[in-house]
């Protein structure tokens, strides 16, 4: 009796663990999916001012339009996209309403880093954002070649002392030469669960299986075939 019920109850209780595993990602992949709806709704909400004192945690994504001119110099961040390879972010200063701020402008290809670009009055529809793109593989900025490889609000706002807000742009007023918008969306936020929980429950239906199989060897097992 103990030889089959030991392996059988390791059977299903291994399975049950599986199981639940896969359960409990499903439940995080609900949970994410609402997190996601919401910041979506979030950042094509209508536009409203620049606030006062924008906080990093509860303004993030906040649609802000403001009205302003954009100034020199550029920070140029390198970055890959999809569709057009390795280009560069290119993040200015802009004035608006005697402020001071950062301003994400989108990508302009590699070769079109020298080219000077002009610095009209513009009306500026985007979103707040505060990115966190460093860890302990990013390099350091080469501030003589101008070539960033994080948006470091913080460092650019010295760099070019501004305060330190960064607005993502999504649309203009005017179409400044060569400048793709690259505004703020929620495709790298990782939303691995669905992933997770298939390979939980593959995992548990394997362990059924193979459970299975022991009982069904054991069953034919020849005689005087040693346990």
Known sequence: MHRILIPLLF?????????????????????????????ESRITAEPVALPESPNPDSDKYLPVIASGTLGMPEVHVLVSSKK????YRVIQPFETEGRRILVDMGTIPLDEKHTARAQPEVTLTGNLHWPQEIDSYTPEADVADNIWFARDVLKMAETLQTEPILLVVRKTSQTVANLTPLPVDTVGIPNDHLEYAITWFSLSAIWLVMTGYFFWRMRHKPEGTET
């Open 11 to 39: 059977g299903l209780i291994g399975a049950a663990v599986l199981i639940s595993l896969g359960t409990w990602q499903m439940q995080r992949l609900a949970w994410k999916e609402e997190i996601l709806t919401g910041i």
């Open 84 to 87: 057009r390879g390795a280009v």
